[in-house]
């Protein structure tokens, strides 16, 4: 637990930037793709975007582009994404756990964890968990006045594996927690829906495959959730 946790920063290390992919050199969605062609299995590479749940080089082009994530420039590479994520809890003390998601391709990415945001470059832990709570919790929530975050309660988790969205990419989360109180939540099971597919292929545009084929980034339509004990697992996602 940390004292100062409201103004703690996102962290990407890069005073060491020789360590890591330059974005400028990267250039595109297409350069991306190059050097993940230099660095990693073709077999991993060609499931993503295509095996259900998983995301594509668009995708993770975007989340390099704002500043979400480094890619350290070895073979294979590693992913570091810092995570915010929110332990919102109800009246009962149950938490509330995102137990799916509707991608914009219509396949289903399963969670069973707190709603979590990744992080953008200098930005607080404070700042990451309500704009996560206002992204995906949408017209559902209203107001962000109704958002109260137990800073006390902050604590921070390093791990590594395999990335699901990425199969094959090593990607150490930083995992910062937070409990929150939402007031006016549906007591019940209840979704959300979420532009996210419309936001991110608006903000960055169409790139191509090395197939010629017209591909953007798969974004989330539709965030599941359920009231959960406050002593239920968390699952791997």
Known sequence: MSSSSGSLLQDHGLSTQSKYAEFCAIGSAQGLARWLRTRMIS???DMWG???GTKNVINLWVELAEGEITLEDSCPPKRTVNVASVNIRNKSGQVLLESHQEMGDGSIRFRNRPLSEKMKAGETVEEGCKRGICEELGLVLGSPDKIELLMDSYEKKVEERDSLSYPGLLTC?????VDAVVADLPETDFFTEEDEDGRINGNHGFSFSSSGTREKAIGVKKHFWKWVPNNAPEQET
């Open 173 to 177: 989360y930083v995992v910062h927690s």
């Open 50 to 52: 295509v095996e259900p």
């Open 43 to 45: 077999a991993h590479l």
